[in-house]
């Protein structure tokens, strides 16, 4: 008889001991997300060491974003009709339950999270703790690559759940919306920005750190605290006039990513974020601390 899992439409998160009771299930397919900016290929070297069994290893540069132009931000998103092919060639269709996992916190199988929920599939969950742990559980890995059998992946994108560049410069002279920026605090005030040629971020924008989704552990805020968290960045904002942006569109999946923790949907990613918005010496820049109010549109 073949091992199924237990779809979880509706939590985001797993634990390791959760995904362990489900491993070897025909309709799961777990990816090895781990992935380092300053060093790009050692996520893929961890894995190849050693690994979940049956996880199949996605790179941030390659197989997660789109060729990087200048102006596009570093990691633009793949083409839907890419994304498609990739997500099809990982084994991934309907009936299949998806765990994301990196290193540890979350911060880039967030992205992969939200890649997969944009294309309508609902199947996804990211692993609690990543595969520090796992492996600190004491559950079994191994090395090597592996893959899984290609299947359809039908995509049905969810326009809602995105704003490119062009939308956000419109929706910012015509309309009420709130930015949060999920980068460090040093980088959103302009104080130094190691990364992208300037510092500072989007006019108006409200600063949420991605990292205070996480308790001392590394792993994710109850859903309470993270909805109390939010409420405060919020001040009455409702989520469907909200944007999450970053420095390349990465770890800003992760607040969204508490935010479906947390129960509060409706807010839109701008996939090229910063990186893209400072690569035009034209578009506004603030630097400082965060404001108190949100600014009123030009």
């Not at 070897?24 to 781990?34: E, Q, S, T």
């Not at 010496?281 to 109010?293: K, L, N």
């Amino acid at each position: 008889m073949v091992k199924t899992s237990e779809h979880m439409h509706d939590r985001p998160l797993i634990s390791a001991g959760e995904l362990n009771d489900r491993l070897g299930a025909d309709d799961l397919a777990v990816i090895d997300c781990r992935f380092y900016l300053a060093e790009p290929d050692r996520g893929e070297s961890e894995y190849l060491e050693s690994h979940i069994p049956g996880a199949i290893y996605a790179h941030l540069d390659r197989a997660l974003s789109a060729p990087k132009t200048g102006t596009n931000g570093r990691h633009p998103l793949p083409e839907i009709a890419i994304i498609k092919k990739q997500f099809s060639d990982w084994g991934i269709d309907t009936n299949v339950q998806v765990v994301a996992y990196d290193a540890d916190a979350g911060q880039i199988a967030a992205r992969l999270w939200w890649m997969l929920r944009y294309l309508g599939h609902e199947q996804v969950a990211v692993l609690e703790g990543g595969f520090g742990a796992w492996a600190k559980a004491g559950h079994p890995t191994r090395g090597g690559r592996e893959e899984r059998s290609a299947r359809s992946f039908q995509a049905r994108p969810q326009t809602s759940m995105r704003i490119d560049i062009a939308d956000l410069l419109r929706l910012n002279k015509t309309a009420p919306r709130l930015l949060i920026d999920a980068r460090d605090p040093v980088r959103y005030r302009g104080d130094k920005e190691p990364i992208d040629p300037v510092g500072g971020h989007i006019p108006g924008a409200r600063n949420r750190p991605w990292q205070e989704n996480l308790d001392q552990d590394g792993f994710f805020l109850s859903s309470e605290t993270l909805k109390e968290h939010y409420a405060r960045v919020f001040r009455g904002a409702s989520p469907d006039t909200t944007v999450v942006y970053c420095g390349s569109g990465v770890t800003a999946c992760h607040d969204l990513l508490a935010m479906e923790h947390a129960g509060i949907r409706g807010a839109r990613l701008y996939p090229g974020s910063w990186s893209e918005w400072c690569a035009d010496p034209a578009r506004p820049v603030e630097t400082g601390p965060e404001p108190q109010a949100t600014r009123p549109p030009d």
